[in-house]
């Protein structure tokens, strides 16, 4: 049964269970005794016609107060007919509600089953996505470690190859020092003068002071000031 029908349902339910209160309370006012209850005061007194009626000579009745009494019985007797038809539409809607409970006693019934089947579903679905994070958070710590021992291994190799290239950076300071000591110092200022400050400062410390000084006193001022306080040379 789709939602469709169970609106349908619950709306045709609706509706009966309104007009069995309504004809209750019609059959209640006007005829209770279909009820089991005592009879209205107003309704005791019946006017029964007989097939011949015996006017005494001294009784008159007019036109007019007939004509009432029978618009009374008339009255009455649309009462009694609507009564009956009121108790024959109650014990169809409560046939109609018997059945109403049943199909919906029988739909709860069988949605039980996929309540139950949907909850172990997310439960299921639930263990599946935390061991998965679980195995997840697991792979990760794991990552982190090779990449950190990674990350020591690849600063050693930087300091040893730092370490050789400063060894092999200060033998060819030490080369450039004796071959610069054998040169004029006005060559040897336009050579340092091009150079980084620090590398030229590291070949002059390396050179002979009497040469050296030369060299300073062939070089721009403002650059020898700089590689002079570099180098450590007073």
Known sequence: MNNRNIVILIVVVTVAMTLSFVGLFYVKEYNPTLLGLPPNPQDTMRIVVPDTVTIAETYEITKEKLHELEKEIAKKERYVKKA?????????????????????????????????????????????LKDSINKLLVDKKKLESKSNTAEEKLKK??????????????????????????????????????????????????????????????????????????????
């Open 84 to 128: 009956d038809s009121l108790s024959k539409l109650i014990k169809g809607l409560e046939k109609l509600d018997s059945i109403s409970q049943i199909e919906i006693k029988k739909y709860q019934d069988s949605l039980i089953p996929k309540k139950d089947e949907k909850l172990i579903s997310s439960q299921t679905f639930s263990q599946l």
């Open 157 to 234: 190799q930087e300091n040893l190859l730092v370490e050789k290239l400063d060894s092999t950076q200060q033998m060819n300071f030490d080369v450039f020092a004796k071959i610069y000591n054998n040169s004029t110092p006005a060559e040897v200022a336009k050579i340092l003068e091009k150079m980084d400050e620090k590398d030229a400062a590291a070949i002059l410390k390396r050179m002979q002071k009497r040469k050296a000084g030369k060299v300073i006193d062939a070089m721009d001022p403002q650059k020898a000031a700089m590689i002079l306080l570099l180098a450590g040379i007073d």
